[in-house]
C-alpha cells in the first residue's frame, strides 16, 4: 500500500470531519461545524494536521497542536490531539506511520517535547504511542460540561 503523508489541504478537510464523525461519533452538525474550524486552524501556526493519502482517498490523519512553556520559554512542545484512520483502513500501519511522521515532523521544527491525549479506553492509540517511544504518565481531566 502506497501511503502517502503530507499537510492536510483546505480541500480535504471534509474528509478528515468525516473520519472523526465515524471514529469519535461526534454526530454529523458537529462534524459540519468542524470544517469551518479546522479551515481557521490550518491559518494558525499553532495547528498542524497530517493526512494519510492513499491516492486520491484520505485514509486517516493526525492533529498536532503547537505550544510554548511561559516559564521556559526557550521550550516548544507540541500535543497530538485527535488521532483517527478509517475503520477500513486500520490495523494495517498507517496509524503508526502517521504518528512517526508527525513525532519527525516535530523534531524538525526543533520541538523538545510532546505529548499525546488519549482516554484509557484508547487502548490501541496507546500502543502507537508507546510503539514510538512515548512513556505513560499521569493526567487528570475535569469535565465542566456535559459535553
Ligand atoms: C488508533 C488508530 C488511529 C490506530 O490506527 P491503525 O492504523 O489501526 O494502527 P496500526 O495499524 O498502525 O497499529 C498500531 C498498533 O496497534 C495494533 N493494533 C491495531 N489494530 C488493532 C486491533 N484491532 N486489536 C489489537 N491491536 C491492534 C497493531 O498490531 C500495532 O501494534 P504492533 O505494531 O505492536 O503490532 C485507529 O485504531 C483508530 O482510528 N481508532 C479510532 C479513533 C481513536 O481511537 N483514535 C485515538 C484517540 S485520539
Known amino acids: 500500500m502506497n501511503i502517502i503523508i503530507d499537510k492536510l489541504n483546505t480541500q480535504d478537510i471534509p474528509a478528515v470531519t468525516g473520519l472523526l464523525e465515524k471514529s469519535f461519533r461526534i454526530g454529523k452538525v458537529n462534524a459540519q461545524k468542524s470544517i469551518a474550524m479546522i479551515k481557521e486552524m490550518l491559518k494558525d501556526k499553532q495547528d498542524i494536521f497530517l ?15 503547537l505550544h510554548r512553556d511561559p516559564f521556559r520559554p526557550e521550550m516548544k512542545h507540541a500535543t497530538f ?13 498507517i496509524g503508526m506511520k502517521l504518528f512517526e511522521a508527525a513525532v519527525t ?43
Do not use: D
Open 51 to 65: 493526512a494519510a493519502k492513499l491516492g486520491s482517498e484520505i485514509v486517516g490523519f493526525i492533529h498536532i497542536h
Open 105 to 147: 515532523m516535530c523534531k524538525g521544527m526543533g520541538i523538545n517535547e510532546i505529548r499525546a491525549t488519549t482516554s484509557v479506553s484508547h487502548t490501541i492509540a496507546q500502543r502507537v504511542a508507546e510503539n514510538c517511544g512515548f512513556k505513560r504518565g499521569v493526567s487528570y481531566k475535569l469535565k465542566l460540561t456535559e459535553n
Open 81 to 93: 490531539w485527535y488521532f483517527a484512520v478509517s475503520p477500513n483502513y486500520r490495523n494495517k500501519g
